[in-house]
């Protein structure tokens, strides 16, 4: 999987969500047919409420930001 993101660019929870998580989503779910469980570091991208709408949209399992 290649993802073409410019250097210097700021991945916000815009570009998160819309370009990232969903790339690396389709990505889990074929290499791991059976199930995945997401977790995030805490990054402000990824702790944004638009990408914590997604992910849990996305995946069955994942492990929020609060946990």
């Given at each position: 999987m290649t993802l073409s993101i410019p250097d210097r660019a700021k991945v916000n929870?815009?570009?998160?969500?819309?370009?990232?998580?969903?790339?690396?989503?389709?990505?889990r779910k074929s290499l791991?047919?059976?199930g995945f469980i997401s977790q995030q570091d805490g990054a402000p991208a990824q702790a944004?409420?638009?990408a914590q709408d997604r992910i849990a949209t996305d995946c069955s399992k994942f492990i929020g930001k609060d946990e």
């Amino acid at each position: 999987m290649t993802l073409s993101i410019p250097d210097r660019a700021k991945v916000n929870a815009k570009r998160y969500a819309k370009t990232l998580l969903s790339r690396l989503t389709e990505e889990r779910k074929s290499l791991l047919p059976s199930g995945f469980i997401s977790q995030q570091d805490g990054a402000p991208a990824q702790a944004a409420q638009l990408a914590q709408d997604r992910i849990a949209t996305d995946c069955s399992k994942f492990i929020g930001k609060d946990e």
